[in-house]
């Protein structure tokens, strides 16, 4: 089993940066994918960012490409979300996953655990 534990959220102005942290615990993480999910009130969880095993390929949905940066430290077993020049519309439960593979997905289905969530909130 993997227990996924995010950090790092809280409210902030437009404009403003924001860093997320995952820590996993129990089995290892470094050989699988991760990847960030974010809920908005009212709308179906969405993929945020992916980085597979070794943290040389990423990829990002369209509406963060440029402002957001996935990273990963196998050493500690932690993911990161740096995020910069936050919207109102980035305003969400931002959630961390562990992949079932090595090779980073966009699918949901594709992830095996899920953290609790942390709340990020641009205020504009």
């Known amino acids: 089993q993997v227990q996924l534990v995010e950090s790092g959220g809280g409210w902030v102005q437009a404009g403003g940066s924001l860093r997320l942290s995952c820590a996993a615990s129990g089995r290892t993480v470094s050989n699988k994918a991760m990847g960030w999910f974010r809920q908005a009130p009212g709308k179906e969880r969405e993929f945020v960012a992916t980085?597979?095993?070794?943290?040389?390929?990423?990829y990002y949905t369209d509406s963060v490409k440029g402002r957001f940066t996935i990273s990963r430290d196998n050493a500690k077993n932690t993911v990161y979300l740096q995020m910069n020049s936050l919207k109102p519309e980035d305003t969400a439960i931002y959630y961390c996953?562990?992949?079932?593979?090595?090779?980073?997905?966009?699918?949901?289905?594709?992830?095996?655990?899920w953290g609790q969530g942390t709340q990020v909130t641009v205020s504009s």
């Open positions: 980085v597979n095993w070794s943290g040389r390929s990423t």
């Open positions: 996953a562990a992949g079932r593979d090595p090779s980073y997905t966009t699918s949901r289905a594709r992830y095996d655990y």
